[in-house]
C-alpha cells in the first residue's frame, strides 16, 4: 500500500496504463478511489478493472479508477509486488528539486518547514541515496574487488618483469646472432613477447570458465540479470595480453636495441 494524492504519478514519472488519475476535484477520489499496478491487477485475474468495487483490509471500500505500470518498490533482488496506491494521510512530503544549488535549496525548505510545523523538524532524505542504500553490499563488493584485482595485477606484472628479464638474459647471445644476421627489433621483440602471450592466454583459457561460473552464481541473487556474453571475456582476456605485453616489452626493446658486438662477446 503507498498513500499518494494527485501529483504522485507526475513527481515520480509513474505511468498510468489504463484508467485515470486521482482528481481532488471529484469529491469521491479522496475517500474511495483505489489504483493498482498491472502485478495486482494479474493476481486478482481482472480483464478489466476499471470500475470494480475494491476494499482494502477491510478499513476502505470502494473502486478501482486506473492501472499504472508497475515500478519497484524494492531493489532488483526482489520481484515486482502487487500495489495498491489511494490517497492516505501520511507525514510524507515527496519533493523533485533541481540539481542547480541544491544546499540553498535545502535551506530553503527547512526554513519554509519550520514555518508551518516549528515543532517538529525536518528529516530530509534523498531518494537516490535511499537506492544506493539496497545495493550497499555490490557496492563495497565491488570496491573490495577493485582493489584486490589492481594489486593481483601489479604483483602479476612485478613477476612477468622478472621472467622478462631472466629470459632475456640466458638469450643474451641468441638475440646479438640474429641481430647480426639481420633480424629486425621488431621481430625480436616478437621473439621474446611470445612465450608470456601464449602462457597468458592459457591463464584465460583456464580462467573463463571459472569466472563464469562465480558471476552466473552471484547474478543469481537478482531477479532481472543481464546474460553473461562471451563479449565481456574476450574484452578481459584482450586486456589482459595488453598489460602483458606492456608490461615484458621494455626489457623486450632494451634486449633487442642493444649493441650486438656486446651480445656476442657475452659469457
Not at 570496491?143 to 606484472?157: D, T
Not at 623486450?252 to 650486438?260: G, S
Amino acid at each position: 500500500m503507498i498513500g499518494i494524492d494527485e501529483d504522485f504519478l507526475d513527481v515520480f514519472e509513474i505511468a498510468l496504463a489504463a484508467g485515470r488519475n486521482i482528481d481532488f476535484g471529484i469529491a469521491s477520489d479522496a475517500t474511495e478511489a483505489f489504483m493498482l499496478n498491472e502485478t495486482a491487477v494479474k493476481k486478482l485475474g481482472w480483464e478489466n478493472p476499471i470500475g470494480k468495487q475494491f476494499e482494502w483490509r477491510g478499513r476502505r471500500k470502494g473502486y478501482v479508477i486506473g492501472v499504472v505500470r508497475d515500478f519497484h518498490t524494492q531493489s532488483l533482488h526482489h520481484r515486482v509486488e502487487a500495489v495498491v496506491l489511494f490517497n492516505w494521510i501520511h507525514l510524507t512530503l515527496c519533493l523533485r528539486i533541481r540539481p542547480d544549488d541544491i544546499p540553498a535549496t535545502m535551506a530553503f525548505l527547512e526554513e519554509t518547514w519550520k514555518q508551518f510545523i516549528p515543532h517538529q523538524p525536518p528529516d530530509f532524505h534523498f531518494l537516490d541515496e535511499e537506492i544506493e542504500g539496497h545495493y550497499w553490499a555490490e557496492i563495497h563488493q565491488g570496491q573490495s574487488y577493485g582493489v584486490l584485482s589492481l594489486l593481483a595485477i601489479f604483483v602479476a606484472c612485478l613477476g612477468l618483469f622478472g621472467l622478462a628479464s631472466f629470459t632475456a638474459e640466458q638469450r643474451t647471445k641468441e638475440i646479438g646472432i640474429r641481430k647480426t644476421l639481420g633480424a629486425p627489433v621488431s621481430n625480436l621483440v616478437l621473439l621474446l613477447s611470445r612465450e608470456f602471450l601464449k602462457l597468458v592466454a592459457i591463464a584465460n583459457l583456464i580462467a573463463w570458465p571459472i569466472a563464469y561460473a562465480m558471476m552466473d552464481r552471484w547474478l543469481q541473487g537478482f531477479v532481472y540479470r543481464i546474460e553473461l556474453g562471451v563479449n565481456v571475456f574476450v574484452l578481459g582476456g584482450g586486456l589482459a595480453l595488453v598489460i602483458a605485453l606492456a608490461t615484458v616489452s621494455f626489457q623486450a626493446m632494451r634486449a633487442a636495441t642493444a649493441n650486438p658486438v656486446d651480445a656476442l662477446r657475452y659469457e
